[in-house]
């Protein structure tokens, strides 16, 4: 079946560090991967894709790394600022593409 | 910018009764969707909308649950008869393409069933 999870729920980090959330599918067949960030009480805001013909793709301080080998997507996060502190969830359309599927998510804390 | 707007932002309600939440989605879009967030757990996909009917649903959308677009603006979900398991945060999504489509998300509608 189709599944998207996250390896870690939570991430604490200190401001300026870099942060790196991971992602892993199971889908093989999966070509379109999407980054989400929930802020507390908010609905989740799309960050940056992926399609599976590419391996990198970046961002403003974001970049998103797919290898498709290991069926493993991350996020990298340069120089983690506070307002950064949020869930992040991966999400992959299922084969039908009638259905965004979201992973589980990991809880990214900053401190100052 | 364009934004997916629900209401209301919190409803409680009792257990057994009917509910109704309301999204208007971003007015160029053709795709629709519901999704559900029980407290600190992952958004769960309930039913997707295109051209006036539903695409996909989820076992959560189960005979207790319906969408309608009643007027081309708003995008409902209907609960017919809650149960406490209900309460959740419920996302209303549009997007303009399929697949390879980016999801908006509206803030939320906070179900509190008693």
């Known amino acids: 079946g189709e599944s998207v999870g996250l390896h870690l729920p939570t991430l604490s980090v200190q401001e300026g560090d870099n942060s790196i959330i991971n992602c892993a599918y199971s889908n093989s067949a999966s070509d379109y991967f999407i980054w989400y960030k929930q802020e507390s009480g908010k609905g989740p805001q799309f960050i940056i894709d992926i399609r599976s013909n590419m391996d990198k793709r970046q961002g403003q301080r974001v970049t998103v790394l797919l290898n498709k080998t290991v069926k493993h997507l991350s996020l990298q996060i340069a120089a983690t600022q506070p307002g950064d502190s949020a869930v992040y969830f991966c999400?992959?359309?299922?084969?039908?593409?009638?259905?965004?599927?979201f992973g589980k998510g990991t809880t990214l804390s900053v401190s100052s | 910018e364009p934004e997916v707007t629900q209401t209301p932002s919190h409803q409680v309600t009792q257990m057994g009764q009917e509910v109704i939440l309301r999204c208007v989605p971003i007015s160029n879009h053709l795709y629709f969707y519901w999704y559900r967030q029980i407290l600190g757990q992952k958004v769960e996909f309930l039913v997707s909308?295109?051209?006036?009917?539903?695409?996909?649903k989820s076992e959560i959308f189960d005979d207790q649950f319906s969408v309608e677009r009643p007027d081309g603006s708003n995008f409902t979900l209907k609960i017919r008869s809650t149960k406490l398991e209900d309460s959740a945060m419920y996302f209303c999504?549009?997007?303009?393409?399929?697949?390879?489509?980016?999801?908006?998300f509206g803030e939320g509608s906070r179900l509190t069933v008693l």
């Open positions: 999400a992959e359309w299922n084969q039908a593409g009638t259905a965004l599927i």
């Open positions: 909308f295109y051209n006036n009917e539903i695409s996909e």
């Open positions: 999504a549009s997007s303009e393409t399929r697949v390879h489509g980016e999801l908006f």
